[in-house]
Structure formats: C-alpha cells, structure tokens
C-alpha cells in the first residue's frame, strides 16, 4: 500500500519477530548452560552464539567437539545442518538482490530462521514494496530477536559455570533436539528423511570419525527428496484423474 | 575438556561458513533460480542431520556408560511426543526435563 511508511513498516517487522522472543530466551540460555558445561569459557560462548547465531549448528558443534570427534567432523556436521540457510538465501533473492552489497551482506549475516519465515510472507503479500521497505522489515523482525540471543548466551554461561554436576545436564542436548526435530515432522517426505537419518546413524555408530553421522545426514536428505518427488507425481496424477 | 585450538578452529570455520551459506545466492549468484533437485534436498537437511545426531544419545546415553536408561528414554518420548502435538519447542523442553527429573527421583 502506498500509505504505508517505513516507519510503520518497521513497526510491523518488530511485532512480527516479537512472539519469538520466547523461544529464543530459553534456547540461547540454554545454549550458554550447555557450552559452559562442555567446558567453553563465557567470552568463547558468546563468541560462537555472535558469530554463527544459529541454535542447532552451535549445539551440533559443541556436542561432536565435547565427544573428540576429529574438528573437521564437527565442523561438516555443524555445517550440514545449517545448509538449508543457503535455500533461505535463495528464496530472498529474488526479493533483496537489487540492494547494495553492504545491505545484502548485512542481509546474509541476520539471515536466521525467524527473519526468513516472516520475511517471505510479508514479502509475497505486499509485492510493491519497495527494496528499502523489505529491507527495513527484514532488520526490523532481527531487532528484538538477535540482541536477546546474544545476551541470553552470556547468561546462560554465567548459570552453566554454577551449575553442579548432579543435575543431570548430559541430557539437555538430546532433550533440545528432539523439540527441535517433531515440528519439523510436517510431511511424509519430512519424516522419511527423519526415519532413515535415525536407522543408518544407529547402524552405522560404531564407524570412525563420527563418519556415520554424514553418511545418515546425505541418505537422510536422499530419502526425503525422493519420496517429496513420488509424492508430488502422485498428487499431479490424482489433481489431473 | 575441549582442546582450544579444536574449538576456536570450529567457532571461526563455523562462523565463516554459515555466513558464505546465507550470503552464496543473495550476494554472489543473484537472481538465477537453483534447479528444483537441489532446493528439494536442501530443504531436508535439518531433518535428515539432527535425528541421527539424537539417536545414538538416546538409546547409549553416555552418562550411564551407555546402558539404555528408563528416565532418559521416557524423557525423550515425551519431549518428541509433545513436539509432535503441539508444535511448541519450549513447552516440548520443559516437559522433557520434567520427566528426566521426575524419573531420576523416582528410580534414582
């Protein structure tokens, strides 16, 4: 619309990123927790958390590192699981690619779960927006979610180095993931890639350098591209019948 | 304990790499659309790494020395139970560790 002003554009990116502060709160306190215990001083927790700012590749990192995986396992692994931030990449651009390259850069670096989710519907809904009103909607969803994730890293590592032993932390790692996981169960295709990732890195754990987890990983997304494409043939066939 | 240069090496790398991810299409390849089997196995990544990162933490947790272990296992049922409901990742949490508490206590 034309009314509408940046401001009032920003305004709206604000409230959109808003509800995720409650998720983010706890993840990031959580990730402070857990990287301390691994033995992860404040300053180098906060460090990962600036630096990659994405929950699932830090918890990926530090639970492959804590177990002496060989650095570069980890480090594919972590990778691995960010890789669907290259498809979030490719989704904007058709969106932001006019901006300058400083914009695009910034763009790149807030480019997280939550400004991608917001960002590609309101981008999609309002097609005359301007290249500087998408952009000041998409640093608008970052504000209040990128600062708390920062700061609630740093707490969580202040909690982490006082936490005893006994409270049985081992376990917030799986706890974290498998919260992670069920929601993005939304397709057949989703939980076929979920099924055959659990089967190969269970028969294949015993396997040097924590190798079985790359190997679930490619079979994972093999299965899951596979049985997107019968099922997209298959509703095509059904839509056409 | 986590060797320093095996950490900072993984912190930098990692760092380095999840932006060239973020920045591959936006900054460098511009408006050419990806062919449709490579968007298609993108999009699995995350559901095809972290159940198999999960899975063996599970089933051999390694503060029992791997023993399969009643409250660790209830707690993982009931955490991807609740995810699988209500599509709440903290509540999901929450629950979890309420029963891997609750469980300690009882058994332990």
């Given at each position: 619309?034309?009314t509408?002003?940046t401001?009032?554009?920003?305004w709206?990116?604000v409230?959109d990123?808003?509800?995720?502060?409650l998720?983010?709160?706890?993840?990031s306190?959580l990730f402070?927790?857990?990287?301390t215990?691994?033995?992860l001083?404040?300053?180098?927790?906060?460090?990962m958390?600036v630096?990659?700012i994405?929950?699932?590749?830090?918890?990926?990192?530090?639970?492959?590192?804590r177990?002496?995986a060989?650095?570069?396992?980890?480090?594919?692994?972590?990778?691995?699981?960010?890789?669907?931030m290259?498809m979030?990449?490719?989704?904007l651009t058709?969106y932001?690619g006019k901006?300058?390259?400083?914009?695009?850069a910034?763009?790149?670096?807030f480019?997280v779960?939550?400004?991608?989710?917001?960002?590609?519907?309101k981008?999609?809904?309002?097609?005359?927006w301007?290249?500087?009103q998408?952009?000041?909607?998409?640093?608008a969803?970052?504000?209040?979610?990128?600062p708390?994730?920062?700061?609630f890293t740093v707490?969580?590592?202040?909690i982490g180095?006082s936490?005893?032993d006994?409270?049985?932390?081992?376990f917030a790692?799986p706890?974290?993931?498998l919260?992670?996981?069920?929601p993005?169960?939304?397709?057949?295709?989703h939980l076929?890639?979920a099924f055959v990732s659990?089967?190969?890195?269970?028969?294949?754990?015993?396997?040097?350098?924590?190798?079985?987890?790359?190997?679930?990983?490619?079979?994972?997304?093999m299965?899951?591209?596979?049985?997107e494409l019968?099922?997209?043939r298959r509703?095509?066939r059904?839509?056409?019948? | 304990?986590?060797?320093p240069?095996?950490?900072?090496?993984?912190i930098i790398?990692?760092?380095?790499?999840?932006?060239?991810?973020?920045?591959?299409?936006l900054?460098l390849?511009?408006?050419k659309p990806l062919?449709?089997?490579?968007?298609?196995?993108?999009?699995?990544?995350?559901?095809?790494v972290?159940?198999?990162?999960?899975a063996?933490?599970?089933?051999?947790?390694?503060a029992?020395?791997?023993?399969?272990d009643?409250?660790?296992m209830?707690?993982?049922?009931?955490t991807l139970?609740?995810g699988?409901?209500?599509r709440?990742?903290?509540?999901?949490?929450?629950?979890?560790a309420?029963?891997?508490y609750g469980?300690?206590y009882?058994?332990g």
């Amino acid at each position: 619309m034309a009314t509408e002003t940046t401001k009032s554009i920003f305004w709206q990116g604000v409230r959109d990123g808003a509800p995720f502060i409650l998720v983010i709160i706890p993840f990031s306190t959580l990730f402070g927790v857990v990287a301390t215990e691994a033995g992860l001083s404040v300053f180098e927790t906060l460090t990962m958390s600036v630096l990659v700012i994405a929950g699932a590749a830090q918890f990926t990192a530090i639970e492959l590192l804590r177990n002496d995986a060989p650095t570069v396992i980890a480090l594919v692994s972590a990778l691995a699981v960010n890789l669907r931030m290259a498809m979030y990449s490719a989704s904007l651009t058709p969106y932001l690619g006019k901006a300058t390259l400083g914009q695009r850069a910034w763009a790149a670096y807030f480019l997280v779960d939550q400004t991608f989710a917001c960002s590609v519907l309101k981008f999609d809904q309002n097609p005359d927006w301007t290249i500087g009103q998408r952009l000041t909607y998409f640093f608008a969803v970052a504000v209040p979610i990128c600062p708390l994730w920062y700061l609630f890293t740093v707490i969580g590592a202040l909690i982490g180095s006082s936490i005893p032993d006994s409270f049985a932390l081992d376990f917030a790692i799986p706890i974290t993931f498998l919260a992670l996981i069920a929601p993005m169960l939304r397709t057949r295709a989703h939980l076929a890639a979920a099924f055959v990732s659990v089967v190969t890195a269970l028969l294949l754990n015993g396997l040097v350098y924590n190798l079985g987890l790359l190997i679930a990983g490619l079979a994972g997304m093999m299965a899951g591209a596979q049985v997107e494409l019968i099922d997209s043939r298959r509703a095509d066939r059904e839509g056409n019948a | 304990m986590i060797d320093p240069v095996a950490l900072w090496t993984v912190i930098i790398l990692l760092g380095a790499g999840s932006f060239a991810l973020r920045f591959v299409f936006l900054g460098l390849i511009g408006d050419k659309p990806l062919p449709p089997w490579v968007l298609r196995h993108l999009r699995y990544t995350a559901v095809a790494v972290l159940p198999g990162l999960v899975a063996p933490l599970v089933i051999w947790p390694e503060a029992t020395g791997g023993a399969l272990d009643a409250p660790r296992m209830a707690a993982a049922v009931v955490t991807l139970g609740t995810g699988l409901l209500t599509r709440n990742v903290v509540l999901s949490i929450c629950l979890g560790a309420a029963t891997l508490y609750g469980g300690l206590y009882l058994l332990g």
